[in-house]
C-alpha cells in the first residue's frame, strides 16, 4: 500500500486521546504512576548524602538510566496496547496487559536504544535531519506492539505510513512539546526546588513522580492514537469503527 498520500486528523487523534484516557484512567495513571515510582524511589534511597557518593556516582548514574530505561519501556508497551486495543474495541484487564507489556520489554528496549542512536547520528550531520528522522520512527513503539513483526519491522512500518503526514506531526508533537516546556519553566519558577537533586523531600519527589506520570501517560496515549490514526487505512485496526467512533 502507498502512504504518500495519507494525512493525519489531528482533531480525531486528540478526541482519541481523550476517550482512551478517559475509558482507562486508573490503568493509564496507574502504570505509569509506578513506572516512574519505582527508579525514583530507588535513586532517593541510593542518593542519600554519604562521603562516598562522588566515588559511585557514575556507576550509580548508570544503573539509573539502564532502570528508568526499562521502566519507560514497559510503562509505554502497556500503554500502547490500551490504546491501540481501545480504539479497536478491545477490553483487556491488566492480566493479560502486565504479561504482554513484560514480554514486549526486550524488543521495546531494543527499539528505543537504536532510535536513540538513529536520531542522535542523524543530529550530528544537522538538526534537520534528526528531527525528520525522529518524526520517521515516531510511531514505531506502536507499530512494535501492534503488529508483533520485530524492531526492524516496526521503523520500517512508522516510517511507511508517517510519510505523507510529517508535517501534521511536527506541527503537533512540536506544539504539544512547547505548551509543555512552557508548564515545566512556570513550575520550576514556583518551586525551584522541583528540579534541585540536591535538596528533594519525599514531597518533593512524590510531585516530581506524579507530574512525570501524569506527562508520560498522556504522551504514550497520544503516541498510540497517532498510529492507530495513521494505521486505520490499512484495516488492522477495526478502522471502520475508529472513523465511527473518533469522527
Same mark, same amino acid.
Given at each position: 500500500?502507498?502512504?504518500e498520500d495519507n494525512a493525519l486528523d489531528i482533531g480525531r487523534v486528540m478526541r482519541c486521546t481523550g476517550a482512551v484516557v478517559g475509558a482507562r484512567p486508573a490503568a493509564i495513571f496507574g502504570i505509569a504512576a509506578v513506572s516512574m515510582a519505582v527508579p525514583a524511589a530507588i535513586s532517593y534511597a541510593l542518593g542519600e548524602p554519604g562521603r562516598d557518593a562522588a566515588?559511585? =556516582?557514575? =556507576?550509580l548514574a548508570g544503573g539509573m538510566m539502564m532502570l528508568g530505561l526499562i521502566a519507560n519501556a514497559a510503562m509505554q508497551a502497556a500503554l500502547f496496547r490500551i490504546t491501540i486495543d481501545e480504539a479497536a474495541g478491545v477490553?483487556? =484487564?491488566?492480566?493479560? $496487559?502486565?504479561? =504482554?507489556a513484560l514480554r514486549a520489554l526486550p524488543a521495546m528496549i531494543g527499539l528505543t536504544i537504536l532510535s536513540w542512536l538513529g536520531i542522535f547520528g542523524a543530529s550530528l550531520l544537522l538538526v534537520v535531519p534528526g528531527i525528520i528522522v525522529a518524526l520517521m520512527w515516531a510511531v514505531a513503539g506502536p507499530a512494535l506492539i501492534a503488529r508483533q513483526e520485530g524492531v526492524l519491522a516496526a521503523l520500517g512500518y512508522s516510517r511507511a505510513i508517517t510519510r505523507g503526514a510529517r508535517g501534521s506531526l511536527f506541527l503537533l508533537l512540536g506544539g504539544i512539546g512547547i505548551v509543555v516546556s512552557i $508548564?515545566?519553566?512556570g513550575a520550576f519558577m514556583a518551586k525551584p526546588d522541583l528540579a534541585m537533586p540536591g535538596g528533594v523531600t519525599v514531597g518533593i519527589l512524590v510531585i516530581q513522580v506524579a507530574i512525570n506520570a501524569v506527562v508520560y501517560a498522556?504522551?504514550?496515549?497520544l503516541t498510540a492514537a497517532i498510529y492507530v490514526d495513521l494505521s486505520a487505512g490499512d484495516g488492522e485496526l477495526a478502522s471502520e469503527r475508529y472513523a465511527e467512533v473518533f469522527a
Open positions: 500500500m502507498a502512504y566515588a559511585r =556516582g557514575m =556507576g477490553r483487556r =484487564g491488566m492480566s493479560e $496487559i502486565v504479561p =504482554g $508548564i515545566a519553566i498522556l504522551w504514550s496515549v
